[in-house]
């Protein structure tokens, strides 16, 4: 069949491959459910991420990222001041207090699947960390309730940008949300900042994975050695939550709604 193409490349998904999508999605959303699940003190992110390839294979379903751009690993796991790309290893614990965000794709039918969350280990987390991870819950969700069709993409980044800095948080410009279908990642790009009223008018059937950084400090980022690992350029704490949804004719459908 004939692809329909909308504005600047973005393609428009059919009903059945929003269901496609959200079979991707819904994989992701279980197997992060189980990943919070096991996120105690003690266990290292290797463990998070066999945990997280074995319950992808159970389902069917093939990691998304292992291989991207010779990404070593099923899972993002990034710690503390690591805002995203962290590679999980056995090299360490995971502490009581540390801020954690587990970051999954899969591909499950040709249809992709992409989201992420972020949590306190524990319940010894401090009051910085906490209201963090809130607001950039909170800021995910603004941009959310802007995703429907005849609002434009630009009406989205500014409202996750002005709830990110409104609480006096960085919101991250490095790395930015996308379009996602048959690949992990399409166009358009969907930035967690810029001026609403701008950018492509948004329409039903156009799938998009927002998912806003949020840093404590500045927003600036530093990549590490390992050529992957994104942390804070100043030291300070980050967090990330991502959705995949898609514009439809009433209110955003969240594919990868329920781990959250
Ligand atoms: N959610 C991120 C993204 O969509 C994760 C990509 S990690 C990579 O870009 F390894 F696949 F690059
Ligand atoms: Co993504």
Request: hydrophobic share 40%; with cysteine.
């Amino acid at each position: 069949m004939k692809k329909i193409k909308g504005r600047r490349g973005i393609i428009l998904k059919a009903p059945w491959e929003i269901e496609k999508l959200r079979a991707a999605n819904q994989i992701v959303a279980e197997i992060l459910s189980e990943l919070k699940q096991h996120l105690h003190p003690g266990v290292t992110s290797g463990d998070l991420d066999r945990i997280a390839e074995e319950r992808i294979a159970a389902r069917g379903a093939v990691p998304a990222f292992k291989g991207y751009h010779g990404y070593p690993c099923t899972t993002c796991i990034s710690v503390n001041n690591e805002i995203v790309h962290g590679i999980p290893s056995d090299n360490g614990f995971i502490e009581e207090g540390d801020l954690v965000s587990i970051d999954l794709g899969v591909v499950f039918d040709g249809y992709f699947g992409d989201a992420a969350f972020s949590a306190i280990v524990g319940d010894k987390g401090s009051d910085l960390a906490k209201r963090l991870l809130s607001v950039t819950k909170e800021a995910l969700y603004k941009g959310i309730a802007k995703a429907k069709r005849k609002n434009r993409l630009g009406d989205i980044s500014s409202a996750v940008q002005r709830y990110v800095e409104s609480h006096g948080f960085g919101i991250v410009r490095k790395f930015v949300g996308h379009g996602i279908g048959k690949a992990l990642h399409e166009p358009p790009e969907v930035p967690n900042f810029g001026k609403a009223h701008t950018g492509p008018v948004l329409k039903s059937g156009m799938v998009l994975a927002i998912e806003p950084m949020v840093t404590a400090g500045h927003y600036d980022v530093k990549v590490m050695d390992d050529g992957w690992t994104a942390v804070t350029a100043d030291g300070s704490l980050a967090a990330h939550f991502e959705h995949t949804i898609a514009i439809t004719d009433k209110k955003a459908d969240i594919l990868s709604d329920g781990f959250m």
